[in-house]
């Protein structure tokens, strides 16, 4: 049952070939005997997952049954989910029990989707390897000497090793795309404003995104199906009507125009990723589309806009976790501040205190102007340079990391290098855009993405054009060895 | 060295909203410690502010009435600073756009003139919790039932020049935003309390001087000790060769002085941006015109009609529309007493004022409504009773004995206007009093009075007083 999509296996409990309870039991099953290569879980939730399997097959029984229920999935812990340890990854959360479930949950609890349990990722998403958790790092199923990418490692592990056929994400700068791609399995992250942040532990409330993570674009339609539309508890959530993702999958992609940025194809992207990102654009020809030169002169500029602004915002919505109501509080404070100061530096790890640090500073009076603020402008720089380029073209495409997935440990001392494997997936998040990555090839054994990027609230059309790759390749349908049975 | 004053309030006005300004929770004042206070507002892990719209239809209000710029679009900031009765680890606020722009309210001085204050601005900001430092042996407890109440922070221009000043506009902003119904006013309940800059420099300086802020002053009264104490420290310090410096002061109404609180050095750097949580606050044009229109009469309009409409002194028209309460417990007294204005104004201030204030009432809470003041004054004006009778209904009526007719009819209160019985009463009282007689005719005018005096004991007050006027001259008169 595992090597099949939502799709098919959505289409199996329809024809009662099996229930949500044995299915739901299968995965379990898996999780329970392979995970211990992995680690891509923080917490697994077996027996609340076969009540919920329990209750869909009872909806199935009455006739309610929708197109997802019954399938079961992993939720990255970054969302909220009541009566279930939420953390983060954090030291600062480990104790942290939600009493609400965030708005995502719901959506994907009411579509009757029985939670497998939570997910391994970066210590509040500040990471692109997956390192930075407090729970030790997840491994990519492809080669366990490797990193996963992150910071939606563990969803994408747990994916890319059939271990849940989907699972969501969040992404702020990549943290969707990248782990995608360097696990081999397909993900989308939507345009701000299109999911609810409502229950999403936040990092960068302007840039954070949650989206699904999947074996297809088709089963990543279906989930976006759940996933998105307007949500009154999030300001910044849009009322916008959600079409059906799966409508438009089939779509014949004749005439339509591509963009292929010039700044993505230039130095530091990997030969033997360039070879793969190259065959995807002539398959793309091959099914009819037009591939044009297209130039965004400002991509250069994000990954340090990125790290002023996401920083910034980080520094203040982490200002909550201060050891007073909830989560870590260190042991015998000696007044107020000491409370504060070794709660704080004891509950959160290098990476999240780096970036609050950075943070702080660049909202310090002084310093707002030429950080903040610059950067803000900077950020529209980048918009603008995309609203010219869907003038001309229809989606852009490009790699979606310029490496494949690296060793463990290898990046760990030096940030910057960390901070650039999201060259490709940050102007994205920056400009508010839909981005998806889905496989493409392999490079030394280890997956490479490629990455579309359409307009504002085109995700059907990307979907549209990953959908109709996959049914001319097969990339998405390979197994990580180990992982077959 | 003769020294000025230059003074600048910020004033915080809780709005009346049922809500929080971005939560659900109540707003409700005295609950359980922690029983109003929703996943929002104890900032937990996820959740999101979303505006209150009331809020914001009451801070325009606001500023249509203090003639202000309302801001097309305005901009909801956090303000970083670490507390414990600060959940989030910020105050969403309104920093550089605020929705209240630069309004105006004018303020009577002792000497009747009146004086422009300048409003710089009013912003939409969330309250904090509360810290409880009693019955915790040792450690503090947090209360945020408070956390998230909507503030309207009114920010004057330094343009206010004593204590008397200062409380004088304070006093107009509270019965304003009373008027408005947008906040309560309670200031024991901190609805509306008031930091105040303090500076002075040497008269016909043009350079403001170092300031000092006094924080949380919540009664008139505390505002006027606290700013006038600031004032003679600050001279002092000065004149004794000394420095203001820039720093936070808190009042001790005990002590009845001000004390450092922090320096401006120790002050926080609050790192404000824009709250990406929300978006930017637009307010169209048609919102604006419609509560233009739906704006109720202000104090100082109501005020000039009351002059106007029912020839008051400018002093009365000024105490009877100094709440919106009584000015309308007023006029519904003169509409249904059908006219008689300044009795009606009269009675109004006095006893009914002096009753309501001696059982601490609201006039809400009054035992006797508008329309029964109307009927007892009624029956002063057809002659029924006099003045000083009613004086003695009114009470029967506060204390629950009935309505003004019923008392007078129950009591024998009726008057006495048959001049014939009245004219018994005088020759008895002049027979029986030959001496004064004697005295008053001889020229000792000032014994009328005692005519009358007796008179009206026989008559136990029951004779119309211009009767017994007329009547006992011309009695006295006669040989």
């Known amino acids: 049952m595992h090597n099949k999509t939502i799709a098919q296996l959505s289409a199996g409990l329809a024809r009662g070939e099996f229930s949500s309870v044995e299915l739901t039991q299968s995965y379990l099953e898996r999780i329970k005997r392979l995970d211990v290569q992995l680690n891509s879980f923080i917490t697994q939730t077996g027996d609340l997952a076969l009540e919920a399997a329990r209750a869909a097959d009872a909806r199935r029984a009455k006739g309610e049954a929708g197109p997802l229920t019954g399938i079961p999935i992993a939720h990255k812990d970054i969302f909220c989910t009541q009566g279930v340890k939420t953390s983060c990854a954090s030291k600062m959360l480990d104790n942290f029990i939600s009493p609400y479930n965030a708005t995502v949950i719901e959506r994907f609890a009411a579509a009757g989707c029985p939670m497998l349990g939570k997910t391994n990722m970066d210590e509040f998403a500040m990471g692109s390897s997956n390192e930075t958790s407090v729970y030790g790092p997840v491994k990519n199923p492809w080669d366990l000497q490797r990193v996963p990418g992150g910071s939606s490692g563990g969803s994408a592990a747990a994916v890319a090793a059939r271990l849940a056929p989907a699972a969501t994400g969040t992404d702020t700068g990549g943290s969707i795309r990248q782990p995608a791609a360097l696990t081999g399995i397909t993900g989308i992250k939507p345009t701000y404003g299109r999911v609810s942040r409502f229950g999403m532990i936040a990092f960068a409330s302007s840039l954070d995104q949650a989206g699904p993570m999947a074996h297809t674009a088709q089963d990543c339609a279906l989930l976006l199906n759940v996933m998105a539309g307007f949500d009154p508890r999030d300001s910044t959530c849009v009322d916008q009507p959600v079409p059906d993702y799966t409508a438009t999958l089939d779509q014949p992609l004749k005439g339509l125009k591509i963009g292929l940025p010039k700044e993505f194809f230039a130095e530091g992207m990997e030969p033997e990723v360039a070879a793969v990102i190259e065959a995807a654009v002539a398959q793309y020809r091959q099914l009819g589309a037009i591939c044009v030169d297209i130039s965004l002169p400002n991509s250069g500029l994000s990954v340090p806009a990125y790290y002023v602004v996401a920083p910034a915002e980080c520094s203040s919505n982490l200002a909550r976790f201060d050891g007073v109501r909830y989560g870590y509080r260190c042991a015998q404070p000696k007044d107020l501040l000491d409370l504060y100061t070794r709660s704080r530096g004891e509950g959160f790890g290098a990476e999240v205190k780096r970036r609050i640090m950075v943070g702080t500073y660049a909202l310090s009076a002084g310093y707002y102007d030429a950080y903040y603020l610059k950067a803000q402008k900077v950020r529209r720089l980048i918009a603008d340079d995309f609203k010219r380029a869907f003038s001309e073209v229809d989606i852009i495409l490009g790699p979606t990391t310029p490496t494949t997935a690296f060793k463990l440990g290898e990046k760990t001392d030096d940030p910057v290098t960390m901070y650039l494997s999201d060259i490709y997936t940050i102007a994205v998040n920056l400009a508010g855009l839909p981005g998806l990555s889905m496989p493409a090839g392999f490079a030394q054994g280890l997956p490479v993405g490629v990455q579309l990027i359409g307009s504002y609230f085109d995700e059907a059309r990307l979907l549209n054009a990953a959908h109709q790759y996959q049914q001319h390749t097969d990339w998405h349908t390979r197994l990580p060895t180990g992982f077959e049975g | ?479």
């Open chain 2, 1 to 479: 060295m003769q020294w000025e004053t230059v003074i600048g309030l910020e004033i915080h006005a809780q709005l009346a909203t049922r809500s929080k300004i971005f939560s659900g929770a109540s707003t409700a004042y005295g609950a359980e410690p922690n029983a109003q206070a929703c996943a929002i507002d104890l900032g937990l892990p996820g959740v999101l502010p979303v505006l209150n719209a009331e809020a914001v239809r009451m801070a325009v209000k606001f500023g249509l009435a203090i003639d202000a710029r309302i801001a097309p679009l305005s901009v909801f900031a956090r303000k970083n600073y670490f507390y414990p009765d600060l959940p989030k680890g910020y105050q969403i606020s309104q920093y550089e756009l605020p929705v209240v722009q630069q309004g105006t309210l004018d303020i009577e001085l002792e000497d009747g003139v009146c004086k422009t204050i300048g409003i710089t601005r009013a912003h939409l900001e969330e309250d904090a919790g509360k810290s409880l430092h009693e019955d915790f042996h040792g450690m503090s407890g947090i209360d945020l039932n408070r956390a998230g109440t909507p503030l309207l922070e009114i920010v004057s221009e330094p343009d206010l020049r004593s204590a008397k000043e200062a409380v004088a506009y304070m006093k107009k902003l509270h019965a304003l935003v009373r008027y408005l119904e947008i906040c309560d006013g309670n200031m024991q309940e901190g609805s509306f309390r008031c930091d105040a800059n303090v500076s002075v420099r040497p008269l016909g300086s043009e350079k403001l001087g170092t300031r000092a802020e006094i924080k949380n002053l919540n009664s008139f009264r505390f505002v006027e000790r606290a700013i006038n104490y600031e004032i003679e420290r600050q001279i002092a310090l000065l004149e004794s060769g000394g420095a203001v410096v820039q720093e936070t002061r808190l009042f001790d109404p005990d002590k009845g002085e001000t004390r450092s609180m922090r320096s401006k050095e120790e002050a926080n750097d609050y790192r404000y941006f824009p709250d990406p949580d929300l978006l930017q606050l637009e307010i169209d044009s048609g919102l604006i015109e419609q509560m233009r229109a739906d704006l109720p009469e202000l104090p100082d309009a109501k005020r000039q009609r009351f002059i106007k409409e029912y020839t008051l002194s400018a002093y009365d028209a000024g105490v009877l529309t100094a709440t919106r309460e009584l000015a309308d417990f007023y006029e519904a007294v003169v509409k249904a007493a059908q006219g008689e204005p300044k009795l009606v104004a009269n009675w109004v201030m006095g006893d009914f004022s002096a009753a309501l204030n001696r059982d601490n009432l609201d006039i809400a809470q009054s035992p006797v409504s508008a329309v029964a003041l109307a009927a007892l004054l009624n029956r002063i004006t057809d002659n029924t009773i006099s003045g000083k009778i009613a004086k003695e209904v009114f009470e029967a009526m506060w204390a629950g004995e009935g309505e003004a007719d019923a008392v007078i009819e129950r009591k024998g209160l009726v008057q006495i206007t048959d001049t014939s019985a009245i004219s018994k009463v005088i020759d008895e009282v002049i027979a029986a009093n030959p001496t004064q007689l004697a005295q008053y005719r001889s020229g000792k005018d000032k014994l009328f009075g005692f005519f009358v005096g007796q008179v009206m004991k026989q008559t136990q007050g029951k004779a119309n007083p211009a009767q017994v006027n007329d009547l006992l001259k011309a009695k006295l008169a006669e040989d």
